[in-house]
């Protein structure tokens, strides 16, 4: 073997050794969005998209598969958030705090939106739809009405079994 020929393998060992390198770094920064805040999540997947435009070692379908994950997780984090959301309001609502209970619930349909736009799945979508209006409808458990069964006002009929 050359001389030549051995600097190139050197070389192109080393370029193998710093691509899988930066492909660990990549999916270490992704699996770490894993636990974060919905906000936290959004950061990191901007600093995701980037690395990937600046870096010019990594394969393209890696950049691409890499940022689709990155989404994904930033996602699932607002997904997490909406489902905590949506337990806190439910709780209000059942201890009849019906005014307490509309600040967890506009928050949730934020977090709502922006999973929307991430990409969240149809069914989480309308089990989302019907947790809400689930909680909408619940009023404190020892009502003798809710929002969902009004109290009846109207005059009862005269029992003409009596006449």
Known sequence: MTEKQKTNS???KDKEVIIE??????????????LLSPEDAE?????????????????DDFK??????AREMEC????????????????????GKMTERTVPLMEARRYFGRACQLGAKEDWRK???RATETIQL????????????PPDIAPRAPNRAKY
């Open 138 to 149: 619940t009023g404190h458990r020892l009502a003798e009405y809710s929002m969902a069964k």
């Open 64 to 69: 691409r598969k890499a940022f689709e994950q």
């Open 76 to 95: 699932i984090a607002n997904m997490r958030r909406c489902d905590r959301l949506l337990r806190e309001a439910n709780t209000l609502s059942v201890q």
């Open 10 to 12: 050197s070389s192109e």
């Open 21 to 34: 390198f930066a492909k660990q770094m990549v999916s270490d920064f992704i699996d770490a969005i894993a």
């Open 43 to 59: 950061r990191r997947c901007r600093q995701i998209k980037t690395l990937c435009e600046v870096d010019k070692v990594l394969p």
């Open 127 to 129: 089990a989302f739809e």
